[in-house]
């Protein structure tokens, strides 16, 4: 008799709940990112109060915040994998019967959930020390929209980058060097739409919603493709 | 292919693609270069329950390509149900490669594999179920307890932990009192102990050895012995294997891999511990990997 075969989603929710457990135990990424975040924060906050007033924050806080996100993310990303290439585990789990895109969901979703609970910290800290006087003209859900869906592609694009360079040499560096061009649409996408949220300049919100489209379109087309390449990419 | 029997031992003198299996060449040469008759002998046997008669492994000119360099060159293997199969040769000799297409984590370049039965190369899924590999690396996680990890690899093939084979295994390996510690904390030999454990949370019906004694102290080699020959009912073990006395004493069949062919292949009982080193010299010592 053919012995019971796990389905994908049970697969899913078993190297999902081993990601938490073990994050949740050892505290490395979230607590490597967080530092980083703080560090970043506390660096423009000293050359922010260089200027004092004579600037206009908002015009380039999309930008800060989102250089925030991203080398945060590279950060997280780079540990992500440390766990399955130590003592090979990565293997392990490929020797079972599990389709190979469910590894990269399951891991993309780990770094998003990662991803997201340091922005939960970071991004409040980041409008209470800069933007906390400043007259937004957006409402909440849009300034978290373009946010939401950058995380998303950050997550994806990144998980599939970090599984590329696992084996590689100087992988830090090389994935912020893959990272960077790959997803420079997403970036550029998501920088535009923060800006326009937070300055609001009249006519422009037609270009604010252009640009969370492009960002979402991207999220689907690279999630896609990296669900599509994840068989070739482990096995290389 | 010059080959040059002496006694009960036979030696391949140009390193051409060969598959030697004393006493039973015949054998062999019946089963020759097509998958069919494996894959037609049984169709009825489960995966779990494969016939008698079916090869465990049977290859046929596995040819594995790294960009320019060969890393294996027209590999023929049979080796029946049951078998305990070592491969030794030199380092980069191809026997990890070899592993590496057997344990379906790689793809042979060329050539057809057939496992237990089943087509590996159309159906690796089917396969993977049945597979386990045991290497020199522990394959755990350092930061999840023993129980944890097994039943993580467990959900990986039942979708729930297995517990109560979960409790068996951790009982074979004797590590049920460290159940619930983490696996940093263990020492090499319990971690390989633990790996065993975890390599057959699955039940497989073909295990996959890379070295595994490799870093292990006397005592833990000689636990590992133990558990090998507990292990062993039921299943066909190929392990790949730098120590020639160990490995030989240990397996039914063995293999001599060297410059990415197959220089040798002998069935244990044609030939003894001294002959066989004396082939593994005259066909690797000279220097031919």
């Known amino acids: 008799m053919e012995p019971h075969r796990a389905s994908g989603f049970a697969q899913y929710r078993a190297l999902l709940m081993k990601d938490i457990r073990q994050e949740l135990r050892t505290r490395e990424m979230l607590t490597s990112m967080v530092v980083y975040a703080v560090m970043v924060l506390t660096i423009y906050g000293a050359a922010l109060a260089q200027v004092g007033d004579t600037v206009q924050v908002t015009a380039f806080a999309g930008g800060l915040l989102w250089a925030l996100i991203i080398f945060t993310s590279l950060l997280g990303l780079n540990r992500s994998f440390a766990h399955e290439t130590e003592s090979g585990c990565l293997e392990g789990i490929l020797l079972a019967p599990v389709e190979r895109p469910v590894v990269f969901l399951a891991k993309a979703t780990s770094n998003l959930i990662f991803l997201v609970a340091v922005e939960l910290l970071a991004v409040p800290l980041f409008f209470l020390l800069f933007l906390s006087g400043a007259e937004l003209a957006s409402s909440v859900p849009m300034i978290i929209l373009p946010l939401a869906v950058g995380t998303v592609g950050v997550a994806g694009v990144g998980t599939l980058l970090s599984t590329m360079v696992i084996d590689t040499r100087g992988r830090d560096v090389l994935l912020a060097i893959l990272f960077i061009p790959v997803a420079f649409p997403l970036l550029y996408a998501c920088v535009s739409a923060t800006t326009i949220a937070f300055m609001g300049v009249e006519g422009t919100f037609d270009a604010f919603w252009t640009a969370c489209a492009v960002a979402g379109a991207y999220d689907v087309i690279m999630v896609a493709a990296a669900w599509g390449l994840y068989e070739f990419v482990v096995s290389a | ?289």
């Not at chain 2, 290859?59 to 049951?82: E, I, M, S, W």
């Open chain 2, 1 to 289: 292919m010059a080959a040059v029997a002496t006694g009960p031992v036979a030696v391949v003198t140009d390193a051409s693609p060969a598959v030697l299996s004393l006493g039973d060449s015949a054998r062999a040469d019946a089963e020759s270069s097509s998958l069919a008759p494996a894959l037609n002998a049984d169709p009825g046997a489960t995966p779990q329950t494969p016939a008698a008669s079916v090869p465990a492994v049977l290859a046929r000119g596995l040819v594995k390509q790294f960009g320019a360099r060969r890393g294996l060159d027209g590999v023929d293997l049979t080796l029946p149900a049951g078998a305990f199969l070592s491969i030794f040769g030199p380092n980069g000799a191809g026997k990890t490669t070899l592993l590496s297409i057997l344990s379906l984590l790689s793809r042979p370049t060329r050539g057809s594999l057939a496992l237990l039965g089943v087509d590996a190369l159309e159906e690796p899924e089917a396969l993977r179920a049945r597979i386990g590999l045991i290497s020199h690396r522990s394959m755990l996680y350092g930061d999840l307890t023993a129980r944890e990890n097994l039943a993580f690899f467990s959900s990986l093939y039942t979708g729930e932990p297995d517990e109560q084979r979960i409790d068996e295994l951790l009982r074979l390996v004797e590590l049920d009192h460290r159940r619930n510690d983490l696996v940093r904390t263990f020492s090499r030999g319990m971690q390989q102990r633990l790996s065993i454990a975890r390599a057959l949370v699955n039940d497989p019906a073909l295990v996959l050895l890379d070295e595994p004694y490799s870093g292990l102290d006397p005592h833990a080699a000689e636990l590992l012995d133990e558990l090998i020959e507990r292990v062993r009912p039921g299943r066909t073990l190929v392990m790949v294997s730098h120590d020639l006395a160990k490995g030989f004493d240990l397996c039914t069949h063995a293999l001599i891999l060297a410059r990415s062919q197959v220089v040798a292949f002998v069935e244990k009982d044609t030939v003894d511990a001294a002959a066989f080193r004396d082939l593994y010299l005259a066909t690797v010592g000279t220097g031919v990997a």
